[in-house]
C-alpha cells in the first residue's frame, strides 16, 4: 500500500490537497484533526471542558470513538479547535488517537491501494516510513484569510469581517505555538518531508506541484 502523509499548520490548504489526492488516485483518506476535535467537542457537550482531569476524560471519550459518527460541519468551531489543540498535548489520549490511526491504515490495507492522512505528526509518528511526505505551511494572514472564507460568513460592516480576522490570526497563532511547542509529537516537518509554502500558491498549484512530485516517483 502505497502511504501519503500531509502535516502542516492550520489551514495552509493540506485537507483540501489530501482530498483531492485520494480523489485523484482512489486512495483512503482520513483527516486525523478531526478525532481530536471529535474528543473535543464532546468533552464541551458533556460540559468536562473545564475539569482539571482533562486526559482522564479526553482517554475515556477516545477509546469509545466511533470514526463513522464523526461528521466534519459540527467540528468546525475555533472553540473546538482550541480544545482539541489544548488535549492534544496529553501522552495518554495521543497514545490512544495513533492506535485508532494505525489500525484505521491496517483495516484498509487489502481494500486500497494507497492510503492518505492528514494532521500534524503523520509523516514522524504515524506513517514514519511513508511513500511520500508533504509538509505544507502558509504565512498566518494567508491561512485566516483562507479559514474566514470557509467559514462562508456575510459581514454587514468593513469593520466586522477585520474584526473576525484579526480573531482568527490570534486563534490560529496561539494553536501554532501550542502544536510546535509540545514535548510529544510536535509539529515538525519529517527529516524526508517535501516542505511547500502556499502562501502564493492556491490549491490548484499546490496540487500540480504534489502529483507531479508523485507522478515521477
Ligand atoms: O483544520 P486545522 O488544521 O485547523 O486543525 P485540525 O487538523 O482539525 O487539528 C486540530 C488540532 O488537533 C490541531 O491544532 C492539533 O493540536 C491536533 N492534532 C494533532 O495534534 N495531531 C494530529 N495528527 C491532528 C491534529
Do not use: W
Amino acid at each position: 500500500m502505497i502511504e501519503i502523509a500531509i502535516d502542516g499548520t492550520a489551514a495552509s490548504g493540506k485537507g483540501t490537497l489530501a482530498r483531492k489526492l485520494a480523489e485523484k488516485y482512489n486512495f483512503i483518506y482520513l483527516d486525523t484533526g478531526l478525532l481530536y476535535r471529535k474528543v473535543a467537542n464532546e468533552l464541551i457537550i458533556k460540559k468536562k471542558n473545564i475539569s482539571n482531569d482533562l486526559e482522564y476524560h479526553s482517554s475515556v471519550i477516545a477509546r469509545n470513538l466511533n470514526f463513522l459518527e464523526i461528521k466534519k460541519e459540527d467540528l468546525r468551531s475555533e472553540e473546538t479547535a482550541k480544545l482539541a489543540s489544548l488535549i492534544a498535548t496529553h501522552p495518554k489520549l495521543r497514545e490512544i488517537l495513533n492506535l485508532k490511526q494505525k489500525e484505521f491504515v491496517e483495516e484498509n490495507k487489502k481494500k486500497f491501494s494507497g492510503c492518505i492522512l492528514d494532521g500534524r505528526d503523520i509523516g514522524t509518528k504515524i506513517l514514519p516510513n511513508a511513500n511520500f511526505k508533504f509538509f505544507i505551511d502558509a504565512s498566518i494572514e494567508v491561512r485566516a484569510k483562507r479559514r474566514l472564507l470557509e467559514k462562508n460568513i456575510s459581514f454587514l460592516h468593513e469593520k466586522d469581517e477585520k474584526c473576525m480576522l484579526q480573531f482568527l490570526i490570534k486563534q490560529m497563532n496561539d494553536r501554532d505555538k501550542l502544536d510546535i511547542k509540545r514535548s510529544i509529537s510536535p509539529l515538525v516537518p519529517a527529516d524526508d518531508a517535501y516542505v511547500i509554502d502556499t502562501t502564493f500558491i492556491d490549491a490548484d498549484e499546490l496540487f500540480l506541484k504534489v502529483t507531479k512530485i508523485i507522478d515521477e516517483i
